[in-house]
Structure formats: C-alpha cells, structure tokens
C-alpha cells in the first residue's frame, strides 16, 4: 500500500515556464515532507523540505506548497531550465514521537525541460 | 570536503556469492541508511542505523545485512539469499534520525 503517491510519472514543460509537480500521501500522521532531484546512476539529491506547520516554503526558483486538509503537496519550479530534467521524489516523514527514522518516498516523477 | 562516498560505482558478481557494498561519510552524521531503487520504483529502505553499534530491519531487510562498528562506515552485504539482487544501491546519512538525509553516489550492483 504505497502511502506517498506521485501519479504522474512525466512531465514534460518549456523553459521558462512553470513547472508543477504533485504528491499525494495517505497516512495524516506525516508531519514532515522533502522534495528530492535524481539524476541517472547518481545519488538523489535534497532540494527542498516542508513541515506540516507551514503551507508554504520557497528557496531560490523552487516552492513547496502543503494542503494538509486534501493531503497533497506540490513542487513549482519557476522558471523551469534544462538543468532541472531529472527524476523528482517526493518524500514523508513522521518527524514526532521518536518514530521519526525512516522517510517514505513516491516513485518519483521525471521532469523534462525542453529548450 | 564532506561527503558520502560508495565503492565501487558499478559491481558484478556470480550468484551465489556474497558482495559487500561500501558506505563511509565524513559529516559527522549520527544516522546511516541504506536504500534500493529498481527501475520505475522509489527508494525502498533496507536496513537503518542511528547511532554506532545499533541498526534495524527496514522494509525490504531480507538477504542482507549490514554492520555499524564505526560512526562514519555502514557497509552491505548482499547475501546469496537475496533472490533479486540485481539494483542500484543507495546510501545516506542524517544528522540525525528524521532529519533531511544526504545520499551518496550509489553503486550499481548486477549478479549473473
């Protein structure tokens, strides 16, 4: 039963415009969320992170946006470059209660950025 | 400069052996992961240490094990009762358990 959901598998956008990405999860108790970039053959790598407090976090080019009443987030990327092509993860944590070792990925979402 | 390092970057071996993949980072990280990723699937946890000394089963912990005896080292082993060994194997580190995890640069393991 996955409880981090990415249901889109690709995306694929124009530079310079928007690029959003989506992530559903079902477990209320995450209280904790990452948004991970993937090259092929290399290591993901943290973008960017969101706790449950918020709605919303932004750095640089990439926001997160949490809705905690529909259990979804989101990534946006403004503007989208070809350097951001890669597999997206998103991923969820229990950060509360000394539970808080294990983050629970999406199968991830590879972004093109088409010049 | 810090990081986690993995060796070797791609690995063969012949079913039936065991293979020991390596993980050491130098960030000073309390917590160590070890993960897999197959073609069109996220990261499946495998086994997870928090301090040295100690680790647990993750998901998937079945034909492998791992050792913790240094803070910075948290080596695999694949063992020859892991049915489906072929994958790309992950490692990371957090400051702490639940904290935002650091990954390493994987090691591609195919056994024939």
């Not at chain 1, 989506?22 to 092929?40: A, E």
């Not at chain 1, 946006?76 to 983050?103: E, M, R, T, W």
């Amino acid at each position: 039963d996955q409880q981090v959901k990415q249901n889109s598998p690709s995306l694929s956008v124009q530079e310079g415009r928007i690029s959003i990405l989506n992530c559903d999860y079902t477990n209320s108790m995450f209280d904790y969320f990452l948004w991970y970039k993937k090259y092929p053959a290399e290591g993901p790598t943290f973008l960017i992170s969101i706790s449950s407090i918020k709605d919303k976090n932004e750095d640089g080019r990439f926001t997160v946006f949490l809705n905690k009443s529909a259990k979804h987030l989101s990534l946006h990327i403004v503007p989208s470059q070809p350097g951001d092509s890669a597999v997206y993860f998103c991923a969820a944590s229990l950060n509360s209660g000394g539970s808080n070792y294990k983050l629970t990925f999406g199968k991830g979402t590879l972004l093109t950025v088409n010049p | 400069d810090g990081g986690i390092t993995q060796s070797p970057k791609y690995l063969f071996r012949k079913e039936g052996q065991n293979v020991t993949l390596s993980c050491e980072q130098n960030l000073n990280h309390d917590a160590m992961y070890w993960y897999r990723q197959d073609p069109g699937q996220g990261l499946r946890l495998i086994y997870y240490s928090q301090i040295v000394n100690d680790f647990q089963k993750g998901d998937i912990a079945e034909g492998y094990s791992v050792s913790r005896e240094k803070k910075e080292s948290f080596p695999l082993t694949v063992t020859s009762a892991q049915k489906n060994p072929t994958a790309f194997y992950l490692c990371a580190s957090s400051i702490l358990a639940g904290y935002e995890q650091y990954f390493g640069p994987g090691t591609r393991l195919t056994v024939t």
